[in-house]
C-alpha cells in the first residue's frame, strides 16, 4: 500500500546559493500553469476521490511562494484526491517571512498539522551571503503568528559547516534555535552542489568550509545541545521531542512506498522508482498531454531493494531490525552481511544486538564508508526479482 504522498512546489522569490533541488524564479502565470499540470498529474494516479494516506509533504522549492488564490488551489486540489481529515501528519514547507495570518488560516482550514521552516542559521549577514531572503525577525514572527493560530508542530532546517563559519558561530544559532522549544528539528552540513553559486565559487577557490575535524566537532555539538534540551537524535541528521518524529521522513528512511508529484519529484511505488521531468515547460507539456510527466521509469530489483534498507535503514539511531528484514526480505542479515557486520563492529563503528544492527556515535561519522560495505555483488543475493 502506498500510504505518503510527496508534492513538489519549486517556485521560489530567490534561488539560495547552496540549492540544487528544481526550482524556478516564482511568476504568477507559471505557478497558474504548473498547478494545473500538478493537478492533471495527481488525477492520473488517484482514482477513486479522498485516497486514503499516512502523510502528506508538500516541498519545495517554497509552497508558500505561491499567493493566497493558489495557495488556496493547491490545498484544495490535494483535499479533492487524498483524505487529508484521517492523515496523521500533513506538513508543508516554508520560508520564514512568507508566512502571513491568511496563508496560515488557508493552510490550517485545510488540514495542514505540521510547518517545517528553512531557517538555515541565526545570522542576518550570514543569511545574506547564503542568497536568502528572510532575516531572523522573520523566524520569531512566523513562529508567533503559526503558534497564535493553532498551529504548533513546527520543524526548523539548520546548516552547519557554512562558509567561514566558526565552532563559536555554529553554537550560537543552536542556543537561539533552542530557545524555541520546538518539537523537532533537521540539522545538515553543507553540501556543495553541482551547478549552484556556491559551486562555482568553490571551483574558483573562492569558498572556504571549515575542516573536517571542524565539521564533526559540530555534529558532536549539534547532537550534545539537542539531547540536553529533551530532542532525541532519531536519524542522523533529525531530533525530536518524543512522538514529535517526522512519520513522512521516517517513510523514506523505512524504505516504504509514496507517491512523488511535480517537477523533479521522485516517488518510489512497488519495484519502481519513478523519476520525474525536472525543466518546467517538458513537465507542464507532458501532464497536460497525458499526466504522466515521467522521464524515467527506474526497475527496482531485490538486491536493490536490499542495499536501499541498509543505507536509508541505518541512518536511522534505532538502525535496522533483524526481525523487520527477515519479514521483508525472506533472509536474514546474517545470511548475506555476516562478513561486512563483522567487519564494522571491530572497528567501532556498528553495534550489532540480538535485535538489530545500528551506527556507533564514531559510525556516524564515516556513515558512507560504512555503507560501502552493504553493497552486493550481483550473485550474492538469491532471491526472485
Same mark, same amino acid.
Given at each position: 500500500?502506498?500510504?505518503?504522498?510527496?508534492?513538489?512546489?519549486?517556485?521560489?522569490?530567490k534561488i539560495c546559493?547552496?540549492?540544487?533541488?528544481?526550482?524556478?524564479?516564482?511568476?504568477?502565470?507559471?505557478?497558474?500553469?504548473?498547478?494545473?499540470?500538478?493537478?492533471?498529474?495527481?488525477?492520473?494516479y488517484i482514482s477513486a476521490?479522498?485516497?486514503?494516506?499516512?502523510?502528506?509533504?508538500?516541498?519545495?522549492?517554497?509552497?508558500?511562494?505561491?499567493?493566497?488564490?493558489?495557495?488556496?488551489?493547491?490545498?484544495?486540489?490535494?483535499?479533492?484526491?487524498?483524505?487529508? &481529515? @484521517?492523515?496523521?501528519?500533513?506538513?508543508? %514547507? *516554508?520560508?520564514?517571512? +512568507? !508566512?502571513?495570518?491568511?496563508?496560515?488560516?488557508? #493552510?490550517?482550514?485545510?488540514?495542514?498539522?505540521?510547518?517545517?521552516?528553512?531557517?538555515?542559521?541565526?545570522?542576518?549577514?550570514?543569511?545574506?551571503?547564503?542568497?536568502?531572503?528572510?532575516?531572523?525577525?522573520?523566524?520569531?514572527?512566523?513562529?508567533?503568528?503559526?503558534?497564535?493560530?493553532?498551529?504548533?508542530?513546527?520543524?526548523?532546517?539548520?546548516?552547519?559547516?557554512?562558509?567561514?563559519?566558526?565552532? &563559536? @558561530?555554529?553554537?550560537?544559532?543552536?542556543? %537561539? *534555535?533552542?530557545?524555541? +522549544? !520546538?518539537?523537532?528539528?533537521?540539522?545538515?552540513? #553543507?553540501?556543495?552542489?553541482?551547478?549552484?553559486?556556491?559551486?562555482?565559487?568553490?571551483?574558483?577557490?573562492?569558498?572556504?568550509?571549515?575542516?573536517?575535524?571542524?565539521?564533526?566537532?559540530?555534529?558532536?555539538?549539534?547532537?550534545?545541545?539537542?539531547?540536553?534540551?529533551?530532542?532525541?537524535?532519531?536519524?542522523?541528521?533529525?531530533?525530536?521531542?518524543?512522538?514529535?518524529?517526522?512519520?513522512?521522513?521516517?517513510?523514506?528512511?523505512?524504505?516504504?512506498?509514496?507517491?512523488?508529484?511535480?517537477?523533479?519529484?521522485?516517488?518510489?511505488?512497488?519495484?519502481?522508482?519513478?523519476?520525474?521531468?525536472?525543466?518546467?515547460?517538458?513537465?507542464?507539456?507532458?501532464?497536460?498531454?497525458?499526466?504522466?510527466?515521467?522521464?524515467?521509469?527506474?526497475?527496482?530489483?531485490?538486491?536493490?531493494?536490499?542495499?536501499?534498507?541498509?543505507?536509508?535503514?541505518?541512518?536511522?539511531?534505532?538502525?535496522?531490525?533483524?526481525?523487520?528484514?527477515?519479514?521483508?526480505?525472506?533472509?536474514?542479515?546474517?545470511?548475506?552481511?555476516?562478513?561486512?557486520?563483522?567487519?564494522?563492529?571491530?572497528?567501532?563503528?556498528?553495534?550489532?544486538?540480538?535485535?538489530?544492527?545500528?551506527?556507533?556515535?564514531?559510525?556516524?561519522?564515516?556513515?558512507?564508508?560504512?555503507?560501502?560495505?552493504?553493497?552486493?555483488?550481483?550473485?550474492?543475493?538469491?532471491?526472485?526479482?
Amino acid at each position: 500500500m502506498v500510504s505518503a504522498v510527496y508534492i513538489h512546489i519549486p517556485f521560489c522569490e530567490k534561488i539560495c546559493h547552496y540549492c540544487d533541488f528544481t526550482k524556478f524564479f516564482y511568476e504568477e502565470k507559471m505557478a497558474d500553469d504548473y498547478l494545473e499540470a500538478l493537478e492533471k498529474e495527481m488525477a492520473s494516479y488517484i482514482s477513486a476521490p479522498k485516497h486514503k494516506v499516512n502523510t502528506i509533504f508538500v516541498g519545495g522549492g517554497t509552497p508558500t511562494a505561491l499567493n493566497y488564490k493558489q495557495l488556496e488551489r493547491l490545498v484544495k486540489a490535494i483535499a479533492r484526491h487524498f483524505d487529508v &481529515e @484521517h492523515c496523521e501528519e500533513y506538513s508543508f %514547507e *516554508a520560508n520564514p517571512g +512568507d !508566512l502571513d495570518a491568511e496563508k496560515i488560516k488557508i #493552510l490550517k482550514q485545510y488540514g495542514v498539522n505540521r510547518i517545517s521552516m528553512g531557517v538555515q542559521v541565526f545570522d542576518d549577514e550570514m543569511l545574506e551571503k547564503l542568497g536568502r531572503l528572510h532575516r531572523i525577525k522573520d523566524v520569531y514572527q512566523n513562529i508567533d503568528s503559526l503558534t497564535q493560530q493553532g498551529i504548533t508542530n513546527i520543524s526548523i532546517d539548520l546548516i552547519y559547516s557554512l562558509p567561514n563559519q566558526t565552532l &563559536e @558561530h555554529f553554537k550560537h544559532t543552536l542556543d %537561539e *534555535a533552542l530557545s524555541f +522549544d !520546538l518539537p523537532h528539528y533537521s540539522a545538515y552540513s #553543507l553540501q556543495i552542489e553541482p551547478k549552484t553559486v556556491f559551486y562555482q565559487r568553490h571551483k574558483k577557490g573562492k569558498l572556504r568550509k571549515p575542516k573536517e575535524e571542524v565539521e564533526a566537532s559540530m555534529f558532536e555539538l549539534l547532537r550534545d545541545e539537542m539531547n540536553a534540551h529533551g530532542k532525541k537524535q532519531y536519524e542522523i541528521s533529525n531530533f525530536a521531542k518524543p512522538g514529535f518524529e517526522s512519520k513522512h521522513n521516517l517513510t523514506y528512511w523505512n524504505n516504504q512506498h509514496y507517491f512523488g508529484f511535480g517537477a523533479g519529484a521522485h516517488g518510489y511505488l512497488p519495484g519502481q522508482r519513478i523519476i520525474n521531468l525536472r525543466p518546467f515547460p517538458a513537465y507542464v507539456k507532458k501532464a497536460n498531454e497525458d499526466g504522466r510527466p515521467v522521464l524515467h521509469i527506474e526497475e527496482i530489483n531485490k538486491k536493490e531493494q536490499v542495499e536501499e534498507e541498509m543505507f536509508l535503514g541505518l541512518r536511522k539511531i534505532q538502525g535496522v531490525s533483524k526481525q523487520l528484514f527477515h519479514d521483508k526480505y525472506g533472509v536474514t542479515l546474517n545470511d548475506i552481511y555476516k562478513d561486512a557486520i563483522f567487519h564494522l563492529v571491530q572497528k567501532g563503528w556498528l553495534l550489532e544486538t540480538e535485535d538489530s544492527i545500528s551506527l556507533t556515535e564514531s559510525g556516524a561519522l564515516f556513515g558512507n564508508e560504512v555503507f560501502q560495505e552493504f553493497l552486493l555483488e550481483e550473485d550474492s543475493l538469491k532471491l526472485s526479482h
